[in-house]
């Protein structure tokens, strides 16, 4: 059974730096075509992806916000983390990790609850 | 970037008619077109896969269709359960970029 968990602080100030874990079970890291993404959402708006780890350590983020991510992955742990530097407001989102299998083509196929993060000071 | 177009943003239906969503892409992204339904408070579940393919566990009444740029969500005969957000979904080619359209929000009427 595949399941993924988001964990991290529900409350952070503007400027400071997030950092999230995906914890995951059911599968494993190490094996190829595996990935794990960070995806966000803001309250009553669209999905937005933020990052993909690959089983062979290879890292992807998103156009925009590259400059502020970093994802990294413990595979012993089972866990991907992804920090966010100089937190806004706007950044205020529930983040979602999410598994890829097979290759990048893959969709999304198992998810996590999410963890809403709120950037006020 | 690749862009998504969904259309249109809300659909008002009765339980029993048929839904048809729309997504359209900016330019070509092949067949890897992924459609998500989400309810609220809930994270997203996957419907379709490589525009057509449905999940594991997805009843037959959902069906995805297109190719290229424009794709198709169809609910057969809309159950209560149905009434959600849905979202479609691509990758571009190289480097990964996964990109989600703005959303549909397919409600009661």
């Known amino acids: 059974q595949v399941t993924l968990r988001e964990s991290g602080p529900a409350l952070v100030k503007p400027t400071q730096t997030l950092t999230l874990t995906c914890t995951f079970s059911?599968?494993?890291?190490?094996?190829?075509?595996?990935?794990v993404s960070w995806i966000r959402q803001p309250p009553g708006k669209a999905l937005e992806w933020l990052a993909l780890i690959d089983w062979d350590d290879d890292k992807y983020y998103s156009t925009s916000l590259k400059t502020r991510l970093t994802i990294s992955k413990d595979t012993s742990k089972n866990q991907v983390v992804l920090t966010m530097t100089n937190m806004d407001p706007v950044d205020t989102a529930t983040y979602y990790c999410?598994?890829?299998?097979?290759?990048?083509?893959?969709?999304?196929?198992?998810w996590g609850q999410g963890t809403l993060v709120t950037v006020s000071s | 970037e690749i862009v998504l177009t969904q259309s249109p943003a809300t659909l008002s239906l009765s339980p029993g008619e048929r839904a048809t969503l729309s997504c359209r892409a900016s330019?070509?992204?092949?067949?890897?077109l992924a459609w998500y339904q989400q309810k609220p408070g809930q994270a997203p579940r996957l419907l379709i896969y490589d525009a057509s393919n449905r999940a594991t566990g997805i009843p037959a009444r959902f069906s995805g269709s297109g190719s290229g740029t424009d794709f198709t969500l169809t609910i057969s005969s809309l159950e209560p359960e149905d009434f959600a957000v849905y979202y479609c979904q691509q990758r571009s080619n190289w480097p990964p970029v996964y990109t989600f359209g703005q959303g549909t929000k397919l409600e009661i009427k």
């Open positions: 330019q070509s992204v092949s067949s890897y």
């Open positions: 059911g599968f494993s890291l190490s094996t190829s075509g595996m990935c």
């Open positions: 999410a598994r890829i299998e097979g290759s990048y083509h893959g969709p999304f196929d198992y």
